[in-house]
């Protein structure tokens, strides 16, 4: 079964630079994965961060922008605020038509 | 602004079927795809399946034995069925819709349902 790897956890200063990756045990994510990425505070559901790649959802702001980084999708936050603090899921669409969502990253602001 | 809302059971027995619903408001279940997804306590979100308000589904291989989903557009809401449950299906269980062009991604979420198996 395919699995989506993300890195479990991450730290960021107030104000610095973070970047998730979200990556495929089995080949490569490209924008054919149509990635997407949610953001959880814990008891709350997701919210749609970015989704196709690189679309920003309404309403969220532009420190959060997303990419192909080689064979992997990526979640980059600049400027990371205390807020930020939050799990973080990315999604892929594989060639089946099925979705996987990964691991999950935690990210800690501080 | 679509609103969507699970029910369901709390808490079903071992080997028994959970049934959960998510109705839909603010918005038409028609032309949209809907999904389910999971979240077991403490751990990530597990993709469970998607529907199509037409009735098209498909479902996580490891699931695909044992789950249902179904769609009321009279209703305004779908459904899905999990038969001979385990402990292992205690979990926070969301429903969701897919955005639009491309319906590649969720841009909705219910606040979710805990349904423990015991």
């Known amino acids: 079964q395919t699995v989506v790897t993300q890195e479990p956890s991450f730290s960021v200063s107030p104000g610095g630079t973070v970047t998730l990756t979200c990556g495929l045990s089995s080949g490569s994510a490209s924008s054919s994965s149509y990635p997407s990425w949610y953001q959880q505070v814990p008891g709350q559901p997701p919210r749609t961060l970015i989704y196709n790649t690189n679309t920003r959802s309404s309403g969220v702001p532009d420190r959060f922008s997303g990419s192909i980084l080689g064979i992997k999708a990526a979640l980059t936050i600049t400027g990371a605020q205390a807020d930020d603090e939050s799990d973080y899921y990315c999604m892929l669409r594989l060639s089946s038509g099925i979705y996987v969502f990964g691991s999950g990253t935690k990210v800690t602001v501080l | 602004q679509v609103r969507l809302q699970e029910s369901g059971p709390g808490q079903v027995k071992p080997s028994e079927t959970l049934s959960l619903s998510c109705s839909v408001s603010?918005?038409?279940?028609?032309?949209?795809?809907w999904g389910w997804i999971r979240q077991p306590p403490g751990k990530g979100l597990e993709w469970i399946a998607y529907?199509?308000?037409?009735?098209?589904?498909d479902y996580d291989p490891s699931l695909k034995s044992r789950a249902t989903t179904s769609v009321d557009t009279s209703k305004n809401q779908f459904s899905l069925t999990l038969y001979s449950v385990t402990a292992a299906d205690t979990a926070v269980y969301f429903c969701a819709r897919y955005g639009l062009d491309p319906g590649t991604y969720f841009d909705s979420w219910g606040q979710g349902t805990l349904v423990t198996v015991s």
């Open positions: 603010g918005g038409s279940i028609s032309g949209y795809y």
């Open positions: 529907i199509h308000y037409s009735g098209n589904s």
